[in-house]
């Protein structure tokens, strides 16, 4: 919604400071500090006008919660634990139900990597040595030594735990069999909702919709209220596999976008996660490159939103031709970013290029599918969520050059962060609903088999290339 701001020439107060004296409520829990990357708005949050400012207000629904939590709440214990349940990486948050805020947050790397860095030779492994339980003793003694190593210095009482994971890691963590996933047609094992005690904590696991919409994505979908919405809108969950979910005329459609693991910073050169150091942003000049690093930290490596600005500024600056096809000019090994602060190099190579045009062209073409399955336009889209560590960093008008988000106008779309474990802070205030939710919720939905689509075959070429594409 737009609000009017008002400043005098003189004004010296932050646009978040003087909406809260004028009565303007806007949702950050940073106060200014730019957790989000100065992504959420329209306006940067920490902005000093000096003249009356009209600007967009979100909706608070789709910004509040622990994804922009930027310092932990040590004044209430908690009583509820969520966890989101990796390929990567594994978030825990000791989190208040009631006083919705966060106690402490840990982040950790999924310990089965060892066994395969993409869940299909997680899924291989598990099945020629199912009856070992190898992958779901490491996983279970990982999180219970994160938990208990925090827990041995406070002595929390938590009553609840909630947990949303992809279909194949929550198979692994409960031991279920994966034989149905080793091949299309991709089969589960039968949908059931999973809660239970253990240790006087009740436990609840958030159901996966199909083969590759798991509970994150219900935990998502749930937090944007999905199930019960009317309008047209679009959640986009981008990793390694990116998830979609097209809500139009009472009707979920769901997919997954075979994107790889450059989203997230894998399978480049000079790529990483998303951490401190990590290169989120990049605007190319022919004698001094400019760079953002997240937490203004020496860089150390690309991460997924580094190289999709990176690949919007390639276009932008003709490396990267219409055809989609590298120009002669392009550096043969490739165009330095950086230097690391051991003086190495950071480069994004001509292999680098490629996975990062397959993964957004996936994106684009099963975003153009769904909407061609249900009837629609992208202009209908009244909203895009983009959800994942991803998003939170990354350049939406940049995003929008690479044709990611197809051609849905970056006006509609707000990044919520992580909209799993938004989604299951929001569950854990009310878990007797939990239930009714993902029934109503599995209900709507209908799964698309994007690989088995012709129309997802043709407009991901089209995706390859920039014809279209504004180098502004």
Request: proline fraction near 4%; include cysteine.
């Amino acid at each position: 919604m737009k609000k009017t701001i008002h400043a005098a020439p003189e004004n010296t107060k932050t646009i978040l400071d003087l909406a809260e004296e004028q009565g303007i409520s806007v949702p950050c829990n940073c106060h200014g500090a730019n957790v989000c990357g100065g992504r959420q708005y329209d306006f940067p949050c920490g902005l000093i006008p000096h003249s009356d400012i009209t600007v967009s207000i979100p909706d608070k629904k789709s910004l509040t919660g622990i994804a922009l939590a930027s310092a932990p709440d040590r004044s209430i214990l908690p009583d509820t634990l969520l966890i989101d349940l990796g390929t990567t990486t594994v978030a825990m948050v000791f989190y208040h139900s009631a006083a919705k805020t966060v106690f402490h947050s840990i982040t950790f790397e999924n310990p089965q990597r060892e066994f395969g860095a993409d869940v299909i030779s997680r899924i291989k492994y598990d099945v020629e040595f199912h009856n070992d339980y190898t992958l779901k003793e490491r996983i279970c003694h990982k999180i219970s030594k994160e938990f208990g190593d925090f827990n041995s210095s406070h002595n929390l009482s938590i009553q609840t735990c909630f947990i949303g994971g992809n279909t194949t890691m929550i198979h692994l963590l409960l031991g279920l069999p994966l034989d149905g996933m080793t091949g299309s047609p991709f089969t589960p094992q039968p949908y059931q909702e999973f809660s239970f005690t253990y240790h006087g904590t009740d436990i609840y696991i958030l159901p996966w919709l199909s083969a590759f919409i798991g509970g994150d994505i219900t935990a998502g979908l749930l937090f944007l209220e999905f199930e019960k919405r009317t309008d047209t809108c679009l959640l986009a969950d981008l990793g390694t596999n990116g998830e979609l979910a097209l809500l139009h005329d009472d009707t979920i459609l769901t997919a997954s976008a075979a994107a790889g693991p450059a989203f997230e910073g894998g399978g480049l050169s000079c790529g990483c996660p998303a951490v401190t150091g990590a290169v989120a942003d990049f605007v190319w000049n022919p004698i001094l490159p400019k760079l953002k690093t997240i937490g203004n930290k020496l860089p150390t490596g690309i991460c997924g939103s580094g190289a999709i600005s990176i690949l919007s500024e390639l276009i932008k600056h003709g490396y990267l031709l219409s055809s989609g096809m590298l120009a002669d000019t392009f550096p043969v090994d490739g165009l330095l970013i950086s230097k690391t602060p051991s003086s190495g190099d950071i480069l994004f190579t001509a292999a680098d290029v490629r996975q990062m045009q397959l993964a957004t062209a996936a994106i684009g073409a099963g975003i153009d599918t769904l909407c061609k399955q249900a009837g629609i336009s992208t202009d209908q889209i009244s909203r895009l969520y983009l959800a994942g560590g991803f998003g939170y960093h990354m350049d939406i008008e940049k995003a929008a050059r690479t044709g990611l988000f197809s051609s849905i106008d970056t006006s509609r779309i707000t990044s919520v962060g992580n909209s799993c474990l938004n989604g299951l802070a929001d569950i854990s205030s009310c878990p007797a609903a939990l239930s009714e939710r993902v029934h109503q919720l599995k209900k709507k939905c209908r799964e698309l088999v994007l690989a088995e689509d012709e129309y997802f075959q043709q407009q991901f070429i089209h995706h390859m290339t920039y014809d279209s594409v504004s180098t502004r």
